[in-house]
Structure formats: C-alpha cells, structure tokens
C-alpha cells in the first residue's frame, strides 16, 4: 500500500488554466474517486500523475518520494483508459499479461496471474482470442484485466467502464469493489457516473473549472455540500435552489416566491436581510393538494415515471421557476397539485453572493 501526496499542482496550456493549484492527499490503501464536469480537468490531473503530460508546477510524492521527475514506466503506476489500446496482434491472455512479460516475472506465475483476473472479469474463455473478435465491453474488460494483473503502488482509472452496458457496468462496479478490498492498494478513479462515485469511493474530489470545490466522503458530500455547484452536480437529480432574504429578527426566511420559512441552524455569522439562496433535494419536498395548507403554489408540468419513483415537475406561479418533486410510487398521487411544501430541517442554506454553505440539516457525519 502506498500513499500518494499531490502538492501545488498546477496546469497551464497555451495561457489558459486547466487546473489551479491542487493539494491532495490519500492514505494508504484509499479509493478516491474524482467527479465534474466535461472539461473540469479530472483526466488530465490523471495523465500527469501517471506521467503523460508534464505538470507546469508542483510535486507528486508517493510513499514520500517524488515521482515529478520519472518516466510513466518508473513510477509504478496502473493505468485503465477509456480507450481499450489493445495490442491486435495479442491474445487476450497476451494482453493481460504483457506488463508482467516485460517485468520478467515467471511463466507460472503469470499463468496463475491472468487466469484468476480473467475469471474474477468473465474472460476465461477469450484467452485465446484476438482483440477484433470481442465486443467493446469485452475489450473494456481486457484493458482492466491488463492492469488489475499486476500489483503497483498506484491504480488510475480514467472511466474505465463508460463504454460498458448497464448490467456489465453493475457487474464490474462490484468486481472492482471486491479487487480493492482484497488488494487495498491505493486508487484515483475518474468518473462521470455519481452512483460509481458514491459507491466506490471512500472519498470523492469534485472538481469545477480546474478547483477542487470539495473532498470528502460520499456521506459528508451528500449532506453537507460546500457550495451551491457542489449541492446541485451531486445527486440523482437537481437541488432545488429557492432565492431570498434572512430575517435574524424573526427567525425566518423570506423566499422570492412569496413564501417564508423557519431559518436552519447557521454555521457562520451572517448580517440581517443577507441574500440567500435555499437549496432542497426533490425526495424532501412533498405536493399538497388543498389550498389550505402553507406552502408553495405551483401548477403541475410534467411527470416522469421512473419504475419506483415518480419524478414530478412543477412550475411557480409567483415567478414561473420549475421545480422538482421525487415521491414513491406508492405515495398518493394526481394531477391536481395546488402547492409544494418543504422543511428547512432538510435544507442548505447558502451564500447568494459566492454561493458558500452557511448553514442547514445537521448530522453528525
């Protein structure tokens, strides 16, 4: 096991920043997996690291010792593209075996080696076969074997499953799961998948624009978003995000859409009649029926059935802003919605003026 320290890693092509300075640090035997947006820079903090692309500062250290200056071939690392890069000449047990070839390990072992990967990954009986005779999902697996083979300081996995089927994905999702457990040896895995993200990761970097807008457990990304980018990219579906104004007086908050609220618990000191922005997740908002009960009128817009879920869009009628219900299917339901409710237990309170997390549900995560 092996620890990895990224130290003031930065990246600049042709004058444009692709990533600001960046410090990360994973222990021994961690799984973190880094999330973002197309062009946040989550494959090429990767290829640096690997020593594909030259970073234009910093120091990467693992087991404390500066890899900056090496070769990709001398740092020990395992890379999973999302690019197969087979060798079309090879078998598939060729393939797999290819790094322990080179590193002359003994032909017993390798055998032993390929044998158990490529039963743990479904490829038993493609050992004999060339490259063009497999399906992409088939070659993908292939690419991971190739690497999960051997046993390096340092796993990186640039969406390795992405070009895979919806069952395969589940599948390998759990086979790696099970390979790490077994190995612990320590893992970057990118991904634009969040459910691989949560599942896999002990901790996740969420990166935006090049910046890391938080690292942290699933559980504490989830609960506790830093910002407002972070408590909208993470989850099944968009937060919604609600604008008003703070009351200290009263307590309460005074929303754009004609509605007020109980405040949630603050974190940090803030004026009176402050901007803010209230961000609530679809499963916490519930729909009323009758015009009676407080809350939020809106009209229905359109409705999602997603198997257990009913995903239900409504439309303010103070300021025409969609927003969005998820309920069980087995909750009540009809088309004649008169309003939207929410507690601010389960809300989170932002800054309007950076978007900074100021306060909301609180758990001890």
């Excluded at 600001?20 to 973190?32: A, I, R, S």
């Excluded at 070009?163 to 790490?180: F, P, S, T, Y």
């Excluded at 457990?181 to 090049?210: C, F, P, W």
């Amino acid at each position: 096991m092996s620890t990895l320290e990224i130290q003031d890693l930065s990246k600049t092509k042709k004058g444009q920043i692709i990533l600001h300075p960046l410090n990360v640090c994973l222990d021994k035997g961690e799984f973190v997996a880094i999330i973002g947006p197309s062009g946040s820079g989550k494959s090429t903090l990767l290829r640096i690291i690997a020593g594909l692309e030259e970073a234009s500062s910093g120091v990467i250290r693992i087991n404390g010792k500066s890899v900056s200056a090496l070769s990709p071939a001398k740092r020990d690392i395992a890379m999973v593209f999302q690019d197969y890069a087979l060798y079309p000449h090879m078998s598939v047990f060729d393939n797999i075996a290819y790094s322990l070839k080179m590193r002359k390990y003994p032909k017993d072992d390798i055998k032993i080696s390929v044998e158990y990967v490529a039963e743990r990954l479904g490829l038993t009986k493609y050992l004999l076969q060339k490259p063009e005779s497999l399906s992409g999902g088939q070659k993908q697996r292939v690419a991971m074997g190739r690497a999960l083979v051997r046993t390096p300081s340092l796993y990186l996995f640039d969406e390795p499953l992405s070009n895979l089927d919806v069952a395969l994905r589940l599948q390998l999702r759990l086979e790696i799961k099970q390979l790490h457990k077994s190995a612990q040896i320590t893992s970057l895995y990118v991904t634009h998948d969040q459910i691989e993200a949560m599942t896999l990761a002990s901790r996740i970097i969420i990166l935006n624009h090049g910046r890391i807008e938080q690292f942290a457990t699933p559980r504490q990304i989830y609960l506790k978003p830093a910002n407002v980018f972070v408590g909208s990219f993470m989850g099944l579906h968009p937060m919604n995000l609600f604008s008003g104004n703070i009351s200290l007086r009263d307590k309460t908050i005074r929303l754009r859409q004609q509605f007020t609220i109980s405040l949630p618990q603050l974190e940090k000191d803030i004026p009176d009649n402050e901007k803010v922005i209230v961000g609530i997740r679809p499963e916490e908002v519930k729909v009323l029926y009758d015009d009676k009960s407080p809350g939020l009128n809106v009209q229905e817009v359109l409705v999602d059935e997603m198997g257990t879920d009913l995903l239900i869009r409504v439309q303010c009628e103070a300021t025409k802003d969609i927003y969005t219900v998820r309920q069980s299917v087995k909750e009540k339901f009809n088309k004649s919605i008169k309003k939207i409710a929410f507690d601010s237990f389960y809300g989170h309170l932002f800054l309007a003026s950076t978007g900074e997390r100021i306060g909301g549900f609180h758990e001890k995560i």
